[in-house]
Nanobody, 123 residues
Framework: QVQLVESGGGLVQAGGSLRLSCAAS????????MGWFRQAPGKAREFVAT????????YYADSVKNRFTISRDNAKNTVYLQMNSLKPDDTAVYYC????????????????WGQGTQVTVSS
């Protein structure tokens, strides 16, 4: 089992940057593909980005491509989401998750989730 704790959220002006971190417990972190999702008020949770176990591949939602970067440090059991050029539409609770099986963009494909961190982007 993996426990995930997100941090780094906050309030930022449009055009600004934030870096989210997700710290994982356990010695099996490096065996998991990891993902970031987000959920805005009144909306379904949506895919943001995924990174494979050895960082060989990354995948992004079209809405964040070229603005967000997912990375990981397996020695630190941590996955990151660098968010640049933030927009008010990026306002949401951001969650990290450990992938199980299925398609990367589907929330049902992930079986461990963090509690989330709030990101608010003001205009």
């Amino acid at each position: 089992q993996v426990q995930l704790v997100e941090s780094g959220g906050g309030l930022v002006q449009a055009g600004g940057s934030l870096r989210l971190s997700c710290a994982a417990s356990g010695r099996t972190f490096s065996s998991y593909t990891m993902g970031w999702f987000r959920q805005a008020p009144g909306k379904a949770r949506e895919f943001v980005a995924t990174i494979t176990r050895t960082s060989s591949s990354t995948y992004y939602a079209d809405s964040v491509k070229n603005r967000f970067t997912i990375s990981r440090d397996n020695a630190k059991n941590t996955v990151y989401l660098q968010m640049n050029s933030l927009k008010p539409d990026d306002t949401a609770v951001y969650y990290c998750a450990a992938y199980n099986r299925g398609t990367y963009i589907d929330t049902n494909s992930y079986h461990y989730w963090g509690q989330g961190t709030q990101v608010t982007v003001s205009s």
